[in-house]
């Protein structure tokens, strides 16, 4: 019995053995390829945080930065000072670091007052004046040279402006206006302005009163219309054979007519301005003035034609001039620019009747269009050596002529013959 219970254990264990040698494969499964792992993204970096920004410093002033001293000619209370302090005013606004000192002069002596004191080694950085004695100015050292500081930068400026302030090629000026007289009159004392000088001596005759201003600068004009000429080609001066004493003859008949010729401005201004005078001649500096005191009343034409050519009035150039003793060149030219921008040219054409210079200067005043036709018709004032010793003789002549003490003809030769004596001519 235990003999066949080994035999069947036995059997039981074969046949295991073989059911186990089945199952085992021949060959060996491939193994699964590896996968290699995906590595983890990097951590994205966190931004820094921002960095609070720093705390904006207060703009620092831009603009001119000095002090810089003016003098100037306009008349205490007149539109044109007032204008001034205006233009002056928004300079400093402009430019908070500069200090800008303004000094009012009298007009007949500012001149002599700035030479003493310049020749002295003192005197204002610039002062603004008419271009009546550039030339001896300019050859007297007595103005400084600005030709560099000014290059590139009047392009926006009438070229006849410019070369009034020239003397040699050389600019000694800031152009700020162009000046001539005119004829103002009256609308509500005369229905037509005389336009040639017989309808003004005719006028003049009938009644209707006119002012002059004894003077070599105011009364100039009337030479032209006789065709008087003041220096010919060799700078010799020929008014007293070109037409000079008839239109000295031509101012006494307007005195018998009746013309008033007063030798003190305030005298030659003041009835105008009251409306008791028809006519007066006079420049664009009194425009502003004239406005306010007269309104629609005033009217203003050019200087009388006559039968010999037109009026020739002086154009003069108002301009801004530099000491030569400053040291601070740059800023004062800078200052004075500022003086005569866009912005201060349209103050002085609005508030004072200055005649804009400024090609972007513009006035729909047809008052102010007017003495822009005087100053275009007018004989632009020459500024040579020659011309520079007009003055005092022929200022001199004008007041001997019409006070009596001398005849037209007389007068005008020995003006001319102290002028070429002058001259070397």
Known sequence: MKKNLFTVLSMLAIFALVLTACATPTTEAPKPTAVPPTAAPAATAMP????????????KPVGIKGEV??????????AEEATLGKIVAAVKTKNPDLKLNVLQVPFDKIFDKYKTEVASGAGPDMFVAPNDDLGNLARGKLILDVSKQLDGKLGDFAPNSVDGMKVDGKLYGIPESAKAVALYYNKSLIDKAPTTTDELLAAVKGGKSLNLFIGAYHDYGFFGSFGGKLLDDSQKCVLDTTGGADAMQYLLDLKKAGAALEADYGKFETPFRQGKVAMMVNGPWALGDYKKDLGDKLGVVSMPTGAKGKASPFNG???????????????????????????????YTDGAGHVPIRKDVTSADPLVAAFAKASADGFPRPQSKEFGNYWEP???????????????????????????KANGK
């Open 48 to 59: 820094k945080p921002t960095e609070a920004p720093k705390p904006t410093e207060a703009p």
């Open 69 to 78: 001293t003016l003098w100037h000619a306009y008349s205490t209370g007149s």
């Open 317 to 347: 150039i108002d301009g801004f001039y530099v000491n030569p003793n400053v040291k601070n060149v740059d800023v004062v030219v800078a200052t004075a620019l500022q003086l005569v921008s866009k912005e201060s040219s349209q103050m």
């Open 394 to 420: 022929f200022g001199n002549m004008f007041t001997k002529v019409l006070e009596g003490k001398a005849t037209p003809a007389d007068g005008v030769k020995e003006a001319c013959g102290l002028m070429n």
